[in-house]
């Protein structure tokens, strides 16, 4: 897609309006999350695509639901909690 240049001005906040015929060529919609870069004079925004969480773990629960297995919340974050502190140990390494 090329697109003539655009210039746009960063506001006291460190916000940078993203023109509009940018946003709806990329179908930018507010909220659109994005991963940003530098190196140099360069800034590049990446958009960041999320995986829907909830669809994910519906479909675990439905999953353990038809093996007839059972797993409690507390057991969950007891999990969770483990897992985050393995990666924090490993990080410090």
Avoid: C, H, N, Y
């Amino acid at each position: 897609m090329a697109q003539e240049p655009e210039v746009t001005t960063i506001s006291e906040k460190g916000q940078v309006v993203i023109p509009q015929s940018l946003r709806k060529a990329l179908k930018i919609k507010p909220g659109t999350k994005f991963v940003v870069f530098g190196r140099g004079d360069t800034v590049i925004m990446k958009r960041l695509e999320l995986p829907d969480l909830r669809k994910e773990w519906d479909e675990i629960f439905k999953m353990m639901d038809e093996k007839g297995l059972k797993i409690s919340e507390k057991e969950i974050q007891e999990e969770i909690d483990s897992a985050r502190k393995e990666r924090r140990s490993k990080s410090k390494r």
